[in-house]
Structures are given as C-alpha cells and as structure tokens.
C-alpha cells in the first residue's frame, strides 16, 4: 500500500512497507543519477520487490527485452512513475510501453484520491502524502521527497 504524489515540482511518497501485517520503513522514490534517463524521477508502488525491480530496469536503461517477467500476473504487479527532466508523466504497468499523462499533478497508490484532493486544494506533494498518511490505514512511516531544480540556461 502506497501514496505516491506529484505537484508538479516535487515527487513525494510515504515510506510504509507491509509485510505479513507488520509495518516496514522502505524507499519509494529514486533520482536517476547516471546513464540515459539522468535526471528522471521514479517512483514504485505495489508489491515493494517488484517496484524495486522495475525502478532498477528503468535506471538500467529500460530495454523492453529485459521487462521484468513477472509483471504478467496481478497477483505480483507494481507499478513505476516516471517523471522526466521535462516533467512529463510516464507510467509502465503491464509492459515496456509506458501511458502518458497530461496533468500537471498526478497520484499513484492506495491513498491516491486523498492525495490529489489535497493538492487540488492547495497542498504541496509532501503535504499530500502526509494527509493521506493521515487518513489511509495502508500509508504512513514518513516521507521521502525529490523536487526538481530550476534548470540553468
């Protein structure tokens, strides 16, 4: 269970990871700092070893001849968001080929509608995922968060 959110500026996801009903602190959200996709956010929810597999798979590069094999059964799914340098809003679910959304805030997880409320609001990324920490029992443990820096001309 997961809250990840996007403002816009700022990529920001709760920390909480469940395993056989015990609460976990876990990382949700990677800046890529090295090869093709330098500079991207990504974000993972789901099942946490498969999100960490299809964060590892975009940072790799994203060959979609090496697409984790497990994404074909629901039982096993996570998804990954991606938000490029130019803040474009990129998801992989079921394959290598990514939607693309065209919104300027975006929510990913179980507590996606309180967070997009919130921020529809008003609130920032961070203060989203806090509220739906707040409100969702799947939520929690802090947050981690990555803002863009205002890129040099």
């Known amino acids: 269970m997961t809250v990840i959110a996007w403002d816009g500026k700022t990529l920001a996801a709760d920390k909480q990871a469940t395993e056989g009903g015990i609460r976990q602190v876990t990382t949700k959200i990677l800046l890529v700092d090295k090869g093709k996709f330098k500079g991207h956010l990504l974000a993972g929810a789901g099942a946490s070893s498969q999100a960490n597999m299809l964060m590892a798979w975009f940072a790799q590069g994203a060959d979609p001849n090496c697409f984790p094999k497990y994404q074909d059964t629901d039982d096993l799914s ?17 394959n290598p080929i990514p939607i693309q959304f065209h919104d300027t805030m975006y929510a990913l997880g179980s507590g996606r509608e309180v967070a997009l409320g919130a921020m529809a609001m008003g609130a920032s990324a961070v203060r989203a995922v806090e509220i739906a920490s707040d409100l969702c029992h799947g939520c929690g443990m802090g947050v981690d968060s990555i803002t863009f820096k205002k890129r040099k001309k």
């Open 78 to 94: 996570a998804q990954l968001l991606v938000i490029t340098p130019d803040k474009m809003i990129l998801r992989y679910d079921f």
